[in-house]
């Protein structure tokens, strides 16, 4: 498949948007990340694919520790300055009014939908990428918080109606 085939193709994945950030201020660094996932339950631990170019990579590897912050819709703009949208770099992403931090020093974005403070544990390199896997140590949420989605190059988000009801019923079983 050409790669401007599989590009469209996964225009059409919606995406949770995340930041993920590492380092203690002055010497903070983040990026926009929608390559996120849960990997398993025992020890806790999530994947993310980032691309080794990025600034947060070496910065990552350096502290052996990262956040991950699920974006909230008011964070839009936040998603774009973190995507370097704007000539806006390192610690000078980061409003003091709105990031506190992890006991390991880690970014903690306050009104996130969830954050999570990881321990590096394993590097897969696979062409430009870098698929970190972290341990989570802990972690934040913020029930009221709808989601900031990415589809077909939209900034989207769940509907309040559609998040109170389930689509199926739920087997508890
Ligand atoms: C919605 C969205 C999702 C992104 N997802 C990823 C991703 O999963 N991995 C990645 O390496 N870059 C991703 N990027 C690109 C990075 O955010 C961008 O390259 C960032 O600016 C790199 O950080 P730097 O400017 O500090 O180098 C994404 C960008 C956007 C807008």
């Known amino acids: 498949m050409s790669p401007q085939a599989f590009r469209q193709l ?10 993920i950030a590492t380092g203690k201020a002055p010497q903070r660094t983040g990026m ?6 849960s990997l398993g339950v025992e020890p806790p631990s999530v994947v993310c694919a980032i691309n080794r170019n990025a600034f947060s990579y070496a910065h990552m590897v350096e ?20 995507a370097g949208q704007a000539p806006v770099f390192g610690d000078e992403r980061f409003d003091a009014q709105l990031w506190d ?12 939908v969830m954050s999570l403070e990881c321990r590096l544990i394993r590097q897969v390199q696979e062409s430009t990428h ?3 896997v972290g341990e989570v140590i802990s972690g934040r949420h913020n029930e009221a ?3 900031l989605l990415y589809r077909d190059g939209q900034w989207v988000t769940t509907s309040e109606d559609l998040r109170m009801v389930p689509i199926e ?3 508890t079983r």
């Open 63 to 82: 502290n052996q520790v990262f956040s991950v912050n699920t974006l909230a819709v008011e964070h839009n703009e936040l998603a774009k300055l973190f």
């Open 32 to 37: 926009t990340v929608s390559a996120f996932m």
């Open 101 to 112: 931090h992890f006991d390991s020093g880690s970014p903690c974005l306050r009104q996130a």
């Open 169 to 171: 019923a739920t087997d």
């Open 130 to 132: 870098c698929l970190m």
């Open 145 to 147: 918080a709808l989601p």
């Open 10 to 19: 996964m225009r059409m994945h919606p995406a949770a948007v995340n930041i």
